[in-house]
């Protein structure tokens, strides 16, 4: 579905063809079979933003240039296209191929027109260009002569079966006088269809019987031919009546024919204007571009004058390439100013006039898509000024939320301008959901790069973009998957945008509320799990308050948000250490329950004089310890049930005593001195409970000395 939702999105007429006489078109390979895995590096698929969303084919002729049919492009923004060079599996990426974004685009519309485009490519490839078939080549290819193509058309002619290998066939060249009377035979509804359409610009390829052909899919892919091992570019897929269809053989762009103006676009395109697609912009908003001249040809430029034509929108704010030399290699910079009101696709020209080589004027057509504002209510009311682009695109609906449902269209984006203070970086958050992830998808873009793996889901999620200092461009793309009318509808609301000291600010006000929800469960903690947890939980309080005074320091905060940060983590570390305290004591506590346990036994075993008057002094020990015990637990005024506990352990250790000296009084005296076994006796356990104690203690002197 991705693939067809490209090919709408991108271009309607990728399918149906921009031309009406093209309705019945065809761009796909019928009867052929699978190509070898790196045959042709210079084969193009292109797509859209997205791995597998081909749309049309195209061919590598330039390290900087692909060339490729006109109607695989109606002015869409480029940057919803990509150019994937040398690729053969269209789920994978292969080796050896390259996906690269396309600087500009420049169709056959001046001088010879005709169905062929040029992309000019945002960088340089690796990969071997094809070359380019001229007239003199041309005249030693004869009708009957084997051609091919490839593509990753569909290979049915009665459904859909679209390869994602890539596929070749072997098609003979037409006679070409046969073409032109079999297309212009063709009527609709007595109307003459295709008059005139096959040129001298064009050349046909196919079996008279039909079988062989390409079709949907493979619209501005390559027609080669072999000469002496070499291959080269003679056509481009263009048209055709069907689909392999007897009687008519595919119509392809005749490259010989535009060869010198491809070469010479290209040449002349090496003073290189850094970038001639503007994007979205909002309706009246003035934006700024930073543009440069550079000079990759091979003379010394003398660049005269720049001019800009064709809309009054759009002017030079800023000039340093005006009477500039410029060795090879060399640049010079210049801004434009756009704040266009008029919606939809705009364009300017600008205008170089230069000395130093043959082209001494160089005209380089602007583009820029202007998005209409979104009128805000008292439901829906920013400090931000929203943009959308559609026939229905994005609006508020007497709600809350900035909604958008696809009615009228198959892909719609929402634009947010913005500008972060450079004092400092920033954070864009906003709530966004959908009411059917099957039907559509909504992503999320930031200064054109695609924020991957965030994706609305059917319940509402918070979505948080941390931005650098200077102006973004945030952008949410609803598309859609299924192509059924519904009425599902994508939604987005809470868009609020914070400065790194309104955030800090946010953050030090949810961590003292924090510290006081603290204050509140340290207070009632008496297992000794919740305990551990607890004193987990203050450490990364403690730890997130310390890099929140960092942070403040480093942005030069005020005085008393410091000191506000700094207190903060001081009672943080007062709790830790209550908390700690509180830990032991209930440990202690446990010990203690078990060395009862321990008693119960060895006192009712008692049978020696002198192992029954240990017992008595251990028990008295016990006592004393366990009272202990309570003065802590009641001066750090612990929970009730702890208290009572250590209460009933006197009162149970009390009885054991009782019990072992009532022993000491019926057992006789040993007559001779006798080293006690100390079976059973827990009396080795008491310097543990009095080393604990005691640390229990330094910990609350500790506490109130913090206090």
């Known amino acids: 579905m991705k693939r067809q939702y490209y090919v709408l999105q991108l271009s309607l007429c990728c399918l149906l063809f921009c031309y009406s006489i093209m309705s019945n078109?065809?761009?796909?390979?019928?009867?052929?079979?699978?190509?070898?895995?790196?045959?042709?590096?210079?084969m193009v698929s292109i797509q859209g933003t997205e791995l597998g969303s081909h749309f049309c084919g195209g061919a590598l002729i330039h390290e900087r240039w692909v060339v490729s049919a006109a109607h695989c492009y109606e002015g869409d923004v480029l940057d919803e296209m990509s150019i994937v060079v040398g690729?053969?599996?269209?789920d994978t990426v292969d080796s050896g191929e390259?996906?690269?974004q396309i600087k500009r685009a420049i169709p056959a519309n001046f001088g010879p027109k005709g169905d062929l485009i040029l992309f000019e490519l945002a960088e340089a490839v690796t990969n071997s260009p094809i070359l380019l078939a001229d007239d003199d080549l041309m005249a030693l290819i004869n009708t009957g002569d084997t051609l091919s193509t490839m593509g990753w058309g569909n290979r049915s002619t009665t459904g859909s079966d679209y390869p994602s290998i890539l596929h070749e066939v072997d098609v003979p060249l037409y006679h070409h006088p046969s073409c032109v009377v079999a297309y212009d035979s063709v009527t609709t509804t007595g109307i003459p269809h295709y008059q005139g359409s096959v040129t001298d610009d064009m050349i046909c390829a196919g079996l008279s019987q039909g079988g062989v052909d390409s079709c949907q899919g493979d619209s501005g892919g390559p027609l080669i031919y072999e000469n002496a091992g070499t291959p080269y570019l003679v056509g481009i897929v263009s048209f055709g009546e069907g689909c392999a269809e007897p009687g008519f053989p595919g119509v392809y762009t005749r490259l010989a024919s535009y060869k010198s103006w491809i070469e010479d676009e290209i040449d002349r395109a090496k003073l290189v204007v850094s970038r001639v697609d503007f994007g979205r912009v909002g309706?009246?908003?003035?934006?700024?571009?930073?543009?440069?001249?550079?000079?990759?040809?091979e003379a010394i430029l003398l660049i005269q004058t720049l001019a800009l034509t064709g809309n009054d929108s759009v002017s030079i704010t800023s000039n340093d390439c005006d009477d500039v030399s410029l060795n090879i290699g060399e640049s010079c910079a210049f801004e434009l100013s756009t704040d266009d009101v008029n919606e939809g696709l705009q364009t300017a020209n600008l205008t170089v006039t230069s000395t130093g080589d043959d082209y001494s004027t160089r005209v380089y057509e602007l583009f820029m898509t202007v998005l209409g504002q979104i009128e805000q209510n008292e439901l829906f009311s920013t400090e931000f000024d929203f943009f959308t682009e559609g026939e229905g695109g994005w609006f508020v609906n007497g709600s809350s939320e900035l909604i958008s449902d696809l009615e009228a269209d198959f892909s719609t984006r929402l634009l947010l301008p913005l500008t972060v203070?450079?004092?400092?970086?920033?954070?864009?958050?906003?709530?966004?959901?959908?009411?059917?992830?099957?039907?559509?998808?909504?992503?999320?873009f930031v200064d054109g790069e695609?924020?991957?793996?965030?994706?609305?889901?059917?319940?509402?999620?918070?979505i948080k973009v941390n931005l650098g200092a200077g102006e973004h461009y945030i952008e949410w793309l609803l598309i859609e998957n299924d192509w059924e009318s519904s009425n599902n509808k994508a939604r987005l609301k809470n868009v609020v945008f914070m400065t790194q000291l309104e955030l800090l600010t946010a953050s030090l006000s949810a961590a003292q509320s924090q510290l006081a929800e603290f204050e509140v469960s340290v207070a009632e903690l008496s297992d000794y799990d919740e305990v551990v947890a607890e004193i987990e939980a203050l450490g990364l309080a403690v730890t997130s308050a310390d890099t929140l005074i960092l942070d403040l320091t480093e942005i030069e905060a005020e005085g008393a948000l410091i000191t506000e940060a700094t207190e903060l983590s001081n009672c943080l570390d007062v709790l830790v250490v209550f908390a700690r305290r509180v830990e032991l004591l209930i440990s202690s506590l446990s010990v203690a329950t078990s060395q009862l346990a321990e008693f119960e036994v060895s006192v009712a075993e008692l049978s020696d004089y002198d192992e029954a008057v240990e017992e008595v002094e251990a028990l008295d020990l016990a006592i004393s310890l366990a009272d202990t015990l309570i003065q802590d637990l009641t001066e750090i005024e612990a929970e009730a049930a702890l208290i009572s506990e250590a209460s009933i352990l006197v009162t149970d250790?009390?009885?054991?005593?009782?019990?072992?000296?009532?022993?000491?009084k019926h057992l006789?005296?040993?007559?001779?001195?006798?080293?006690?076994s100390g079976g059973g006796s827990p009396f080795t356990i008491i310097p543990f409970l009095l080393i604990v104690l005691m640390y229990s203690r330094t910990l609350t002197q500790k506490s109130e000395t913090d206090v």
């Open 87 to 90: 690729g053969y599996d269209l």
């Open 25 to 42: 078109a065809s761009l796909r390979i019928i009867g052929g079979s699978e190509a070898v895995s790196g045959s042709y590096p210079w």
């Open 668 to 676: 006789n005296p040993p007559t001779s001195k006798k080293t006690s």
């Open 450 to 462: 695609r924020e991957i793996g965030v994706e609305a889901t059917e319940t509402f999620e918070n």
């Open 653 to 664: 250790l009390t009885v054991l005593k009782l019990e072992a000296e009532s022993l000491v």
């Open 283 to 297: 309706a009246g908003i003035e934006t700024i571009h930073q543009l440069s001249l550079k000079n990759t040809t």
């Open 421 to 444: 203070p450079i004092n400092g970086d920033g954070q864009l958050s906003f709530d966004w959901s959908l009411d059917d992830t099957d039907q559509m998808s909504l992503l999320l």
């Open 98 to 100: 390259q996906r690269l």
